[in-house]
Antibody, heavy 119, light 106 residues
């Protein structure tokens, strides 16, 4: 059974960076295309970026380009999302999600990581 | 860029009601669409993939239809546990979620 387990909640000051981890269990990260989605309090779901297997590259939503970096450590089956130059509007729950069954839509999600940006 | 318009943004209904939620894409996305249910404090749960395929373990009162630009999620007979927020997700191009529909008890 594939599971995604994320790191714990973070509190950061404006201007800082945050790095959230997502560990895969029950499968191998190299066989998955990992994506990141965030949700501000009381708001909807927002795709941030993820791995495009057709191009073999990580793609980012235009809104986050230049501020977000998604990486993987295949030795530990762990994916990472780092967001820099944090501002209060980045306060949100961050989810990793993947298309395990190759249906094209995210079927497996992490439990979410709350990131609070506050001075 | 593809735009997704989900409606309504909120909906009040009673147990046993039939409800329909719609997502419209600004251009054709074939059947590259999924539907998700989210409850407070929880990660989204996929209900439907490929526009009309029911996720394993999801009750058959949930159904999806559509192709191209117009898609619907139907709940045939609302149960108490169905009161939640629902999102569509298109993945024909860069993934994009609809704005969400909050389904509340009347």
């Amino acid at each position: 059974q594939v599971q995604l387990v994320q790191s714990g909640a973070e509190v950061k000051k404006p201007g800082a960076s945050v790095k959230v981890s997502c560990k895969v269990s029950g499968y191998t990260l190299t066989e998955l295309s990992m994506h990141w989605v965030r949700q501000a309090p009381g708001k909807g779901l927002e795709w941030m970026g993820g791995f495009d297997p057709e191009d073999g590259e990580t793609i980012y939503a235009q809104k986050f380009q230049g501020r977000v970096t998604m990486t993987e450590d295949t030795s530990t089956d762990t994916a990472y999302m780092e967001l820099s130059s944090l501002r209060s509007e980045d306060t949100a729950v961050y989810y990793c999600a993947t298309d395990y069954d190759d249906s094209g839509a995210f079927d497996i999600w992490g439990q979410g990581t709350m990131v609070t940006v506050s001075s | 860029d593809i735009q997704m318009t989900q409606s309504p943004s909120s909906l009040s209904a009673s147990v046993g009601d039939r409800v329909t939620i719609t997502c419209r894409a600004s251009q054709g996305i074939r059947n590259d669409l999924g539907w998700y249910q989210q409850k407070p404090g929880k990660a989204p749960k996929r209900l439907i993939y490929a526009a009309s395929s029911l996720q394993s373990g999801v009750p058959s009162r949930f159904s999806g239809s559509g192709s191209g630009t117009e898609f619907t999620l139907t709940i045939s007979s609302l149960q108490p546990e169905d009161f939640a927020t629902y999102y569509c997700l298109q993945h024909n191009s860069y993934p994009l979620f609809g704005q969400g529909t909050k389904l509340e008890i009347k």
